[in-house]
Nanobody
Framework: VQLQASGGGLVQPGGSLRLSCAAS????????MGWYRQDPGKQRELVAS???????NYADSVKGRFTISMDNAKKTVYLQMDSLKPEDTAVYYC????????WGQGTQVTVSS
């Protein structure tokens, strides 16, 4: 499984960004996809995940502000990030689980005025 992420960038506090991640290669039996983020010197943490049946899971820090969705046919996962805060600044990584965990390249999200 290869994962191609896009959509990061610089945004002011209170703004919005939408991340996308498309899976390719052997994509049948992907069970879930999601997004993690990592600050330098910190552990990678779950932001949100979604199963192919539509069950979602969010970190407490993003509940009510971020929305994860998935296009099963395209094997693409989206993360709509609204009301962004400076503490959301991090490198965001796409993840897919199919037998094992796969990771995409990171995309930088910077929230700053």
């Amino acid at each position: 499984v290869q994962l191609q992420a896009s959509g990061g960038g610089l945004v002011q506090p209170g703004g919005s960004l939408r991340l996308s991640c498309a899976a390719s290669g052997i994509v049948y039996n992907i069970r879930s996809m999601g997004w993690y983020r990592q600050d330098p010197g910190k552990q990678r943490e779950l932001v949100a995940s979604i199963t192919t049946s539509g069950n979602t899971n969010y970190a407490d820090s993003v509940k009510g502000r971020f929305t994860i969705s998935m296009d099963n046919a395209k094997k693409t996962v989206y993360l709509q990030m609204d009301s962004l805060k400076p503490e959301d600044t991090a490198v965001y990584y796409c993840n897919a689980i199919r037998v094992r965990s796969y990771w995409g390249q990171g995309t930088q999200v910077t929230v700053s005025s």
